[in-house]
C-alpha cells in the first residue's frame, strides 16, 4: 500500500490480472491434508496458498496458562521464508504476532470453547506462497481445519478482503493490487450467526466506498462458505 | 417440529437441523427455536431426539465408560492414568483393588508405570478429574498382547450394534479384543495380525454401509491366506480367565 507509481491497475474495467471488481480468484479448499495433526486444511486463492493444523484439545502447558471455565484457543500464524520474493527472514515478527492475534479473535467466537475446559487448542496457520490476502486465506484454512478436528463450533468462518485500486473497490485483492493499490479490507464473517469477527482497514475509503467494499466482501465470504462447506462433505463423501 | 435434514446426512457446524420441541443431543445446540449442528458429523434423530454423530475429536470421559489407561504416575494414595485425551484419569488406593492395600506398601507392585489396565470411569468432576475404579467385575490388569489405538468416534462402529462387531471379530480370529471407549483397542491371540488389520479397517471405512460385511470378507481371506504361513509361536497366556464382555453395548 501507499507507495503511488505509474502501473495501471484497472484498464477498460478489467483488473491486471483480467477479473471484474467482484470477482474472487480462483478458490481451492481441501479438508484433511495432515496425517499427523488432529484436523488440517489447504487453501488456495489465486496465487496464496495456506495450510492450517489444528492439535487439541489437548492437556495445556505451561500449566499456568490453563483457564478451569474454558479451554484456551492459541494460533500461530507463520510465512515460510520462501513465500515471498524477497526471503522472509523466518520466526515470529511483528505482522505475524499482530495477524496470529487477529486470526484468535477471529475464530474465538465461533468454538464452544466451554466444552473443553481446562484444555488448550493450537491452530497452526503456515503461508506456502503468498499473493495478497494471507491473513484470510489463513483464517478460512483454519475454519475447516478445526471442523475437521471434530471440535464443537456454531458456525466457520470465511474470510475475504475488499479493497481500492485506481478508485474502484474490489473484492480479493492480489499483492500487486495490494502493494500499489488505495484501500485494503480484511473481513471475517460466520454467516450462519450473521457475524463479523474480523474487520481492518488500511488505506482510506469514502462512506459509500466502504459501504461498497463491505458488500462486496460479505458476498465473497458467502461463496467461500460455500467452499468450505463442500471441502469438508468431499472429505468423508467421496469414497462411499 | 420440522426437520431440514435426512437421517445420517452429513452436516459441517452451524448447519440448520431442525426447527421445534427437540431433545438435543451431543454435537447440536439450540437459537431461539431453530436446532442448529456444532459439529462435522451425521444426523441421528428419533422422534423428538435429535443429535449429531461425530467424524472425528478427541474423548472426553463420562462415567460409567469403560476405558483402557496407561498408568503415568504413583503418588501417595493414589494413580494417574492415561487416557488418550486431553484429561487424566485417577485411580485411588480405596479404587485400586478388592483387598486390603497395607499402610505402606509399595503400590508399584500393585500397578507400575507403564502398565495397561482396563478400567470404569466412576465420576467425572467439575473441575475434570477423571475418578477411574478398578474394582468391578471384569476390569484388569492387561499383562499381554497388543494395544492399538483408534479414534474415539470410531469405537461404536468396532463394536458395532449390540455388540456384534466385536463379536464377530473375536470368533474368526480367535482372539481376546477389548475396546475401550477411549479409543484404545487391546488385542490378544495367534491371529492378532488380521485382528488388528481388520480393526484398520474399520476405522477407515466407519461411515460407511455394509461395513460388517466388508470385514467379514476381509478376515476370510485374510485367515485363509495365513492359515498356512502361521509359524508365530506365541507363548500359551495367562491372562486371567475373567470372562470378557464388558465391551459396553453402546451402539
Redesign the interface.
Known amino acids: 500500500m501507499g507507495k503511488s507509481s505509474d502501473i495501471k491497475l484497472i484498464t477498460d474495467g478489467k483488473r491486471i490480472d483480467g477479473r471484474k471488481p467482484n470477482e474472487l480468484r480462483p478458490v481451492k479448499i481441501k479438508a484433511g491434508v495432515l496425517e499427523r495433526a ?2 488440517s486444511a489447504y487453501v488456495e486463492v489465486g496465487g496464496t496458498h495456506a495450510i492450517a493444523a489444528v492439535y ?4 495445556l502447558h505451561p500449566r499456568h496458562l490453563v483457564n ?1 471455565q474454558k479451554a484456551v484457543l492459541r494460533t500461530k500464524y507463520d510465512m515460510a521464508p520462501f513465500s515471498v520474493d524477497d526471503r522472509k527472514r523466518p520466526g515470529p515478527d511483528r505482522r505475524s504476532i499482530e495477524i496470529s492475534k487477529v486470526t484468535r479473535e477471529a475464530l474465538e467466537p ?1 468454538i ?1 470453547l466451554e466444552q ?4 488448550g487448542i493450537d491452530v497452526f496457520i503456515e503461508i506456502l506462497q503468498s499473493d495478497g490476502g494471507t491473513r484470510v486465506a489463513g483464517i478460512t484454512a483454519a475454519s475447516v481445519a478445526l ?10 468462518v470465511a474470510a475475504c478482503a475488499a479493497g481500492k485500486v485506481d478508485d474502484t473497490v474490489v473484492l480479493d485483492l492480489c499483492g500487486k493490487e495490494d502493494n500499489f493499490g488505495q484501500a485494503d479490507m480484511p473481513i471475517a464473517y ?4 450473521d457475524k463479523i469477527t474480523l474487520l481492518q482497514m488500511d488505506g482510506d475509503f469514502t462512506e459509500e466506498e466502504f459501504e461498497t467494499a463491505l458488500k462486496y466482501a460479505l458476498d465473497g465470504t458467502k461463496r467461500i462458505y460455500e467452499l ?2 463442500k471441502a ?2 468431499e472429505r ?2 467421496k ?2 | 417440529m420440522k426437520t431440514y435434514k435426512q437421517n445420517r446426512e ?1 452436516v ?5 437441523l431442525a426447527e421445534g420441541d427437540y431433545l438435543l443431543g451431543e ?1 447440536t ?1 439450540r437459537k431461539e427455536d431453530k436446532v ?1 449442528s ?4 451425521l444426523v441421528d434423530s428419533k422422534e423428538r431426539f435429535i443429535k449429531v454423530i ?5 474423548y472426553m470421559p463420562h462415567p460409567r465408560d469403560l476405558v483402557i489407561g496407561v498408568i503415568t504416575d504413583i503418588a501417595f494414595s493414589n494413580w494417574s492414568v492415561d487416557l488418550n485425551s ?3 484419569g485417577i485411580i485411588s488406593i480405596s479404587n485400586a483393588t478388592e483387598r486390603y492395600i497395607e499402610n505402606g506398601e509399595d503400590l508399584s507392585k500393585i500397578y507400575n508405570i507403564g502398565d495397561v489396565v482396563l478400567a470404569k470411569v466412576i465420576d467425572v468432576s467439575q ?2 478429574v477423571v475418578g477411574l475404579t478398578m474394582k468391578d467385575r471384569g476390569l484388569f490388569k492387561l499383562r499381554e498382547g497388543r494395544l492399538i489405538t483408534i479414534s474415539p ?1 470410531k469405537v461404536p462402529r468396532v463394536i458395532g450394534k449390540q455388540g456384534t462387531m466385536v463379536q464377530m471379530l473375536k470368533t474368526m480370529t480367535g482372539c481376546k479384543i477389548v475396546v475401550g471407549q477411549n479409543g484404545r483397542v487391546w488385542i490378544d491371540g495367534k491371529n492378532a495380525n488380521a485382528a488388528i488389520e481388520a480393526v484398520r479397517l474399520i476405522e477407515r ?1 466407519a ?2 454401509s455394509g461395513l460388517t460385511d466388508k470385514v467379514k470378507e476381509f478376515l476370510e481371506k485374510e485367515l485363509g491366506s495365513s492359515a498356512s504361513s502361521n509359524t508365530s509361536k506365541l507363548k500359551p497366556k495367562k491372562v486371567e480367565e475373567k470372562e470378557e464382555e464388558k465391551t459396553d453395548g453402546k451402539e
Do not use: C, W
Request: overall charge negative; proline content about 8%; cysteine-free.
Open positions: 488432529d484436523g487439541g484439545p489437548r492437556t478451569a465461533v464452544f473443553y475446559k481446562k484444555t471442523a475437521d478436528a471434530g471440535i464443537a463450533m456454531r458456525d466457520l460466520a454467516p450462519n450467526e468450505q462447506k469438508l462433505k468423508y463423501e469414497n462411499e | 452429513l459441517i457446524p452451524g448447519e440448520l454435537g445446540f442448529y456444532s459439529l462435522l458429523g461425530p467424524l472425528s475429536g478427541k486431553p484429561y487424566t473441575s475434570m468416534t471405512e461411515h460407511t
